[in-house]
């Protein structure tokens, strides 16, 4: 195998595969490898693009970030989105989240797996409780669609199962968290003032 | 052995749970064969499934239909669940799809059941021997005085050295039939005792990181504490007494010498007459390979476990994992209190896992969709024998393709029938993708099917002919 004829594929390809999405060790092993040698040649390439490489070797996962301004490019536009997302959808990644610590800290699998109902579960307290049961479902269920359509569930073969994706640590991050629960705090406060104004 | 521990296993072991278990025959069976028999790891529940609901069918064909009523998948799960405890479910980490694996308590339960068949001779000489090399060993591994070890070292010469001089004599000492089996039966329990054991290994090497995560979880002293004692649990895996056994055993294996001696004595030993007349399982020939196996599945537990442990323990992860429990708790906190009037508007802001790339020229441009002029043609009956194998060499059939087409139906309006959906997409695999769809109807729970509606489907088959087919309504609904 030469060298050069092989590396300019092997960067195209590399890249590509990041512009698409996320790229991970355990989906494409060969993929992983090619990354893992390239990774300067592929930050120095996407970096033209104002987006940066992160890359996290023990997770096994790679994606392409928007450099933040003054990290050297200057106003290019933006090539990533940003999404708000509603307090349901919000709250759901939150809790996710906490559940990936839990399942670090408890035991030997790897992975999360979840079923329709578990999630569910997992917000149904913090949903008003009201009569109609079936809106509430179907506005989680959204939610848990969304979440899918993000990339941080993936639905598995079994019917109703979803994986909690590794990568909601990368997005869902203490910090960001932090911002959630300050809002939330706001909005509390706003909320309290409000009641107690009207009595 | 009292009565309170006996009483707390009978309700707590799994093994004896699995003992006094209603269907036990069934369950000590199935799990024999599919797990035990064939030296088998990890199997996918679809397989598992299809496996059980052969058994079922067969137990039924003998006792009637009504017997296990249930539905194979039912079965397992409940097998799987913590009552039960006697198959363990889990995805790993490159699939998709969740896989059993016998727990060491039901092999154990399993081991103990074909004892009480098996054993069609009883060897005890063997076994005398047995207790007699291991007692010398040890008490030869614990002399520290050379001259004794020197004098019992002389003393074996002389002996070698006598037989030696039979031998030379023409007084060959060939073990007698009888010697043959014993020998050869404690030597197949040993080797299969051995499978099992690396079941039970592994399952101590699972307990021992649930050990230590659940002490990092609890932990509330300081990290640089911490780490002190949990790299003493890390090195506790390999430095065990079973780690360290487990190590040995495995260098033995790995030696090219040792594997090709075992192959070939076994291969002589299994081709003697009297040993032939035991009827020995074919599958010790290879026994070894199954070790290695066995041993190998062993080896990428510990070293997955030991890997996810230290990824766990890295500064940053430590950290974030506690403020992220910490931050939880006030956002649950405030949650609950707002839960009456939840907030509006966006909260979360969160950049997407990729760039979004528009590329205008790769949106396929309008085509017109295409009118089947059915009316005028007359549809002939097929007459000639359509070989039905065709069906299932036919090319895969991509079902992500069909459910997208469905979605992209109900974008725009609230239900849509199956004859809409092949008149919009034409069927490009014919019948088989049409079963698809319909097994596609038959798991999405907002689809139904009208018995008493029928619609007509037409499509033009590879051969370029026009074929119809008539079905219950089926609908597809948002």
Known sequence: MSHVAEAPDALSLVVVSLLKGVVYREESPSLWQSLLKLHARVSDQVSVLGLGLALDEPEGYAFLRQRAEGEGTSELPRLIARRQLGYGLSLLLALLRKRLADADAAAGGTRLVMRRHELQELVRLFLPEGTNEVRWVERVNQDIERAVGMGFLKPLGEEDTFEVRRILKAFVTAHCLEGLEQRLAAYHAQLIEEQGGRE | ?478
């Open chain 2, 1 to 478: 052995m009292d009565f309170s521990t006996l009483e707390t296993l009978r309700l707590k072991h799994p093994a004896w749970r699995l003992l006094v278990a209603g269907n036990a025959s069934l369950i000590a069976s199935f799990l024999h064969r599919v797990f035990v028999a064939s030296n088998a790891r990890a199997i996918p529940q679809r397989e598992l499934v299809l496996r059980l609901e052969d058994h079922l069918h067969a137990l039924r064909e003998q006792r009637g239909e009504t017997a296990f009523p249930r539905a194979a998948s039912i079965y397992l799960d409940e097998w799987a669940a913590d009552s039960a405890g006697w198959l363990r479910k889990f995805y790993p980490p490159d699939t998709d799809e969740p896989h059993f694996d016998l727990t060491p308590a039901a092999e154990r339960a399993l081991r103990w059941l074909s004892q009480l068949t098996e054993q069609p001779f009883v060897g005890t000489e063997s076994r005398l021997l047995t207790v007699f090399h291991l007692l010398q060993e040890m008490t030869e591994g614990t002399e520290p005085d050379p001259g004794a070890r020197l004098a019992e070292l002389e003393r074996r010469k002389a002996e070698l050295e006598a037989e030696m001089a039979r031998v030379r004599a023409g007084h060959l000492d060939l073990l007698d039939e009888s010697a043959l089996k014993d020998r050869f039966q404690q030597m197949s329990d040993t080797a299969r005792g051995l499978l099992s054991d690396f079941r039970a290994l592994e399952d101590s090497f699972h307990a021992l990181d649930r050990r230590v995560r659940e002490r990092i979880a609890t932990w509330e002293g300081t990290r640089g504490e911490l780490l002190e004692t949990v790299l003493g649990e890390r090195d506790a895996i390999s430095g065990s007494d079973q780690g360290r056994s487990f190590r040995a055993f495995w260098d033995f294996l790995m030696s090219p010498e040792r594997k090709d001696v075992l192959t070939k004595n076994l291969e002589r030993i299994l081709a003697h007459p009297a040993i032939q007349s035991l009827q020995p399982d074919p599958r010790l020939l290879r026994i070894h390979f199954d070790w290695l196996e066995a041993g190998e599945h062993t080896q990428r537990t510990v070293a997955r476990l030991s890997g996810q442990l230290r990824r766990f323990l890295d500064d940053r992860v430590w950290w974030e994992n506690r403020r992220i429990l910490q931050v939880l708790r006030g956002i649950e906190k405030h949650a609950l209190a707002l839960r009456a009037s939840p907030p509006e508007g966006p909260f979360l802001e969160l950049d997407e896992l990729a760039p979004t790339l528009d590329l205008p020229l790769e949106r396929p441009l309008y085509s017109p969709p295409s009118r089947s002029q059915m009316a005028d043609e007359e549809v002939l009956e097929a007459t000639e024998d359509v070989p039905s194998d065709a069906l299932f060499n036919l090319a895969y059939i991509d079902k992500t393709r069909l459910r997208s087409n469905v979605r992209q139906a109900l974008q725009d309006r609230e239900q849509v029938s199956l004859a809409d959906l092949v008149r919009s997409h034409p069927l490009e695999h014919g019948l088989a993708e049409l079963v698809v769809y319909l097994s596609l109807a038959s798991e999405d729970r907002k689809a139904s099917v009208d018995e008493s509606r029928t619609q007509e489907l037409f499509w033009t088959d590879a051969r370029g002919l026009p074929r119809r087919a008539t079905l219950p309504l089926v609908l597809f609904l948002r």
